[in-house]
T-cell receptor, first 110, second 111 residues
């Protein structure tokens, strides 16, 4: 099946810093989703991004489907950005069956 | 519009018991998926339902089962609980196969 790798596994940032998270996938995909899991376990969908670039406030994401990777940018980080960031791609089976990466644990310090 | 609702939020069971978890999707969403999250294995797909039909099942033993009702609400059941079943169980709903929206999860502890 499709493999999803995220890097780095851990990231410690000072408030106000910028960062880039990477997601590589092993096969062609129709779309890719980025999620943020907060300390209470809630998974929030940040982006549904088949290709190109999308922006949502201080966050933006770029997917280069032909090269099988996606990047998530966090600008002017805040302590509320702490948590685990996951990327996920659909398997060939069905919509709801996503293959998740292992995640990037982000800690933003004041 | 209300989000995905999962109940209960926390559950403590003992080995050998069975448990039922509930998920109400976002209104209008007919696709419901279930995932298990553990520190060691990460997020793993359990099953997906669409219009009361199971469309896909992950690589879990038969002790894990689920169903979807005509109002799109879904339940999953785990029988003969084992210690290794301790996990966060997440439900997600989707409209037309695009963005997945997750509930807050049910934290299951098996003692």
């Amino acid at each position: 099946g499709i493999q999803v790798e995220q890097s780095p596994p851990d990231l410690i940032l000072q408030e106000g810093a910028n960062s880039t998270l990477r997601c590589n996938f092993s096969d062609s995909v129709n779309n890719l989703q980025w999620f943020h899991q907060n300390p209470w376990g809630q998974l929030i969908n940040l982006f549904y991004i088949p290709s190109g670039t999308k922006q949502n406030g201080r966050l933006s994401a770029t997917t280069v489907a032909t090269e099988r990777y996606s990047l998530l940018y966090i600008s002017s980080s805040q302590t509320t950005d702490s948590g685990v960031y996951f990327c996920a791609v659909p398997t060939t089976d069905s919509w709801g069956k996503l293959q998740f990466g292992a995640g990037t644990q982000v800690v933003v310090t004041p | 519009k209300a989000g995905v609702t999962q109940t209960p939020r926390y559950l403590i069971k003992t080995r050998g018991q069975q448990v039922t978890l509930s998920c109400s999707p976002i209104s209008g969403h007919r696709s419901v998926s279930w995932y298990q999250q553990t520190p060691g294995q990460g997020l793993q797909f359990l099953f997906e339902y669409f219009s009361e039909t199971q469309r896909n099942k992950g690589n879990f033993p038969g002790r894990f089962s689920g169903r979807q009702f005509s109002n799109s609400r879904s339940e999953m059941n785990v029988s003969t609980l084992e210690l290794g079943d301790s996990a966060l169980y997440l439900c997600a709903s989707s409209l037309d196969g695009e963005k997945l929206f997750f509930g807050s999860g049910t934290q299951l502890s098996v003692l």
